[in-house]
């Protein structure tokens, strides 16, 4: 593993200097499915890919959203029941069997708890605890019931793809990129990264991971053919009446803002999908848990920051995860 100075690292999440013959690439930065996305793309056809990746993502945004008056989701919760795309239909499929892999700490149905404390709203509001506990019994995937492309949700029931819907969109990403022959690109959805092959000089990609507690980063971690999502309490919260900061992912078990061991959890993995849902899950299971988790399912590695101080990753982003000098952190890697 290597050291740095933060003086030396780009202030940019795209490190895009240096590759080689075509020393820029293609750009497109939108605002969709709640978020600031940044794209960069090399080659013949990147402009085109570009424009069909934007394309892609309005046109998810316009499904997926749980908000967004006519889309599938906000139809279905509105109705409690609705036949639904293919598309959507697989993904629900995909939320409820990550939810179950997770034991809930992911849940696609925390739809009711979301809006309740009104997060993703320029009003949020500390509920009462009699309110929590009047909608956590219809938090669960038991509530929905997908048979082909007709979802049914129990009365009360309500989804919520947010966790799950960028890493989606990424995947897409993904598939348009193959489409046009793009074999060089970095895309930013928010939390959501995907580094596709490598630089046009052959180097890896360098993603940073945001430091949750002061400006600058954590760690940086080179990539290539991969996803990388994290999830962390930093990246939206607000102040209540009394001075208590409430951070935005709420547990699906007791309805109230995770208040955990971590501050952060940065999944990388081969699918966008489950990289969402992971980062999101093991955050909410909290340190101790989220070992356990990656020791027995695998298939991913990740990077924790705990609130005492450490940044743990596993082994096998031991030479691909660079140190942050002057961090504050101190960093070891996870024994298998």
Known sequence: ????????????????????????????????????????????????????????????????????????????????????????????SAALTLSQATGGAFDPTVAPLVTLWGITTDSPRVPQQTEIDALLPLVGTEHVTLEGTRVTLDEGCAMDLGGIAKGYASDRLADIFAQYGVDSALVSLGGNVYARGAKPGGQAWSVAVQHP??????????????????????????????????????????????????????????????????????????????????????????VLISKDGRVLYTPGLADRLTEVEGSGYAYASIES
């Open 213 to 302: 507690e002061q400006e600058g980063y954590a760690a940086m971690l080179s990539l290539s053919d991969a996803f990388a999502v994290t999830s962390g309490g930093y990246q939206r919260y607000f102040t209540g009446p009394d001075g208590t900061v409430y951070q935005h992912i709420l547990s699906p078990k007791t309805g109230w803002p995770v208040q955990g061991d971590l501050l952060s959890v940065t999944i990388v993995a081969d699918s966008g999908t489950m990289a969402d849902a992971y980062s999101t899950a093991l955050y909410v299971m909290g340190l101790a848990a989220a070992e356990d988790f990656w020791r027995q399912t695998g298939g991913f590695d990740m």
């Open 1 to 92: 593993m290597k050291r740095v100075c933060c003086a030396v690292l780009a202030a940019l999440l795209l490190c895009l200097s240096g590759c080689g013959v075509q020393s820029e690439p293609e750009q497109l930065s939108l605002f969709a499915m709640d978020t600031y996305m940044t794209l960069a793309a090399y080659g013949d056809k990147a402009s085109e890919a570009l424009a069909a990746c934007g394309q892609e993502l309005n046109r998810l945004d316009g499904t997926l959203s749980r908000t967004r008056e006519g889309s599938e989701i906000y139809t279905l919760n509105a109705q409690g029941s609705a036949d639904v795309s293919q598309e959507t239909a697989d993904l629900i």
